[in-house]
């Protein structure tokens, strides 16, 4: 319903797919008022999908939350998946560069949650795949997204940099993840699973030492 998920969707319905959302907060359109910890396949109004995308993220304080529904529900939701997918699906969990670098605005739950995607996804890649259904995880670098846009264009000096950093000299967007998004969830990749993509236009091959010397 908002961020990167609500342009995945629009890029999705674009394509021609048929979605189905869900979230824990209400919406128009094809959309379940379900959040992802109390996610029943049952009640989906379609008996088999192609595609599962989780762009879930916890907002609020409480760590044993931020665990449940990070963490804890895709647990139930990935091991019923074989019910509600069909051959040769694709499942594709939104991560973050949080789980391999560190992020001074974010606490030390977030970081261990976002590595603990990485587990769960090498894993039901495995466990999934004698089903024909496929895994993998895209993480974003900063991108540019519809709830932060007024932000970057208010802070030009902050853009700059980051475009300096980054060897594409630009920064990115949501429809840059979700076009990605969108490859994983076709026919063209149907040979990739179990890979961990970070999407951050170069900007995590440069060296400390490298980085100093652009400042």
Do not use: W
Not at 30 to 39: A, G, L, S, Y
Not at 189 to 202: P, R
């Amino acid at each position: 319903t908002r961020g990167i998920g609500l342009v995945t969707k629009r890029l999705l319905e674009e394509r021609g797919d048929l979605v189905t959302s869900f979230s824990r907060s209400a919406t128009i359109g094809n959309h379940i008022q379900m959040p992802v910890d109390e996610f029943d396949y049952k009640l989906l109004p379609y008996e088999k999908y192609d595609n599962l995308i989780f762009t879930h993220r916890y907002r609020g304080k409480d760590d044993n939350e931020d665990l449940k529904i990070t963490i804890n529900s895709l647990f139930k939701i990935l091991d019923d998946s074989k019910n509600f997918l069909n051959e040769n699906s694709s499942i594709v969990i939104l991560g973050s560069n949080a789980s391999r670098f560190v992020f001074f605005e974010q606490n030390s739950l977030y970081h261990a949650s976002r590595s603990a995607l990485t587990g769960i996804n090498n894993y039901y890649a495995v466990k999934l795949g004698q089903f024909g259904i496929r895994c993998n995880i895209v993480n974003p670098g900063t991108v540019i997204k519809p709830e932060n846009k007024d932000f970057y264009s208010k802070n030009i000096e902050l853009v700059k940099n980051i475009e300096r950093l980054t060897p594409l000299k630009k920064m990115g967007n949501a429809e840059d993840i979700a076009n990605l998004i969108l490859y994983l969830c076709s026919s063209n990749s149907n040979f990739i699973t179990g890979q961990n993509i970070s999407v951050d236009g170069g900007l995590s091959n440069i060296s400390q030492e490298s980085i100093n010397k652009m400042f």
